[in-house]
């Protein structure tokens, strides 16, 4: 299948510092790319979605402000955690979905893992 | 909204048998699709199988078939021949069209030798 590339995999960073995740298509054009947030031992809750060249469709309950999603290019999706605390830690996963030669298919990237101090 | 249930947090199975997970699934659509995704201890998603909800024959891939039951809105994941490698967290997804995916809670599969 198509990779989708995560980067950086582990962050750590103090209390109100922002954070910023990549999220790449390596081998093809993601028009959409998901952004999910999971907890040890749950399942991925979508946070966000995000199309190229327009502003991302935040879940409820997301905080907009506080997680920016860009969506520059039409092979990366940007997440930043802005003034991060340690509630924000987590495992931030990313997926990008295929064009029609994929099927549409969604593939998602290795995960980052936040640790806020 | 569309939800899914998995009832199975944990299964286990005996190397070489076969396990089969539940999923259930809820939707006022008719055309819709399923999947099955394997989160093994690296924490990569991995799609292990995919249902079209208008095909009538159920998806197998290799080891990996499904049981897909659209009046029931059932779709359970049957693995034979269970290896050691097959050990991992299973979420069973539902999508409609080209929108997001909606994941299960998931079901954590060992593999005992």
């Known amino acids: 299948g198509a990779v989708v590339s995560q980067h950086p995999s582990r962050v750590i960073c103090k209390s109100g510092t922002s954070v910023k995740i990549e999220c790449r298509s390596l081998?093809?054009?993601?028009?959409?790319m998901f952004w999910y947030r999971q907890f040890p031992k749950q399942s991925l809750m979508l946070m966000a979605t995000?199309?190229?060249?327009?502003?991302?469709?935040?879940e409820q309950g997301v905080e907009k402000d506080k997680f920016l999603i860009n969506h520059a290019s039409l092979t990366l999706s940007t997440l930043t955690v802005t003034s991060a605390h340690p509630e924000d830690s987590s495992f931030y996963i990313c997926?990008?979905?295929?064009?029609?030669?994929?099927?549409?298919?969604?593939?998602f990237g290795e995960g980052s893992r936040l640790t806020v101090l | 909204a569309q939800t899914v249930t998995q009832s199975q947090p944990e299964m286990s199975v005996q190397e070489a048998e076969t396990v089969t997970l539940s999923c259930t699934y809820d939707?006022?659509?008719?055309?819709?699709?399923l999947f099955w995704y394997k989160q093994p201890p690296s924490r990569q998603m991995i799609l292990v199988i995919r249902?079209?909800?208008?095909?009538?024959q159920n998806a197998t891939e290799n080891r990996f078939s499904v049981n897909f039951q659209k009046a029931a809105k059932s779709f359970s994941l049957k693995i034979s021949d269970s290896q050691l490698g097959d050990a991992a967290m299973y979420f069973c997804?539902?999508?409609?069209?080209?929108?997001?995916?909606?994941f299960g809670t998931g079901t954590r599969l060992t593999i005992i030798p």
């Open positions: 081998d093809f054009q993601a028009t959409t």
């Open positions: 995000s199309n190229e060249g327009s502003k991302a469709t935040y």
């Open positions: 939707t006022s659509e008719s055309d819709y699709y």
């Open positions: 997804a539902y999508m409609r069209g080209n929108e997001k995916l909606t």
């Open positions: 997926s990008a979905r295929g064009g029609r030669e994929w099927g549409g298919e969604l593939f």
């Open positions: 249902q079209e909800a208008y095909k009538q």
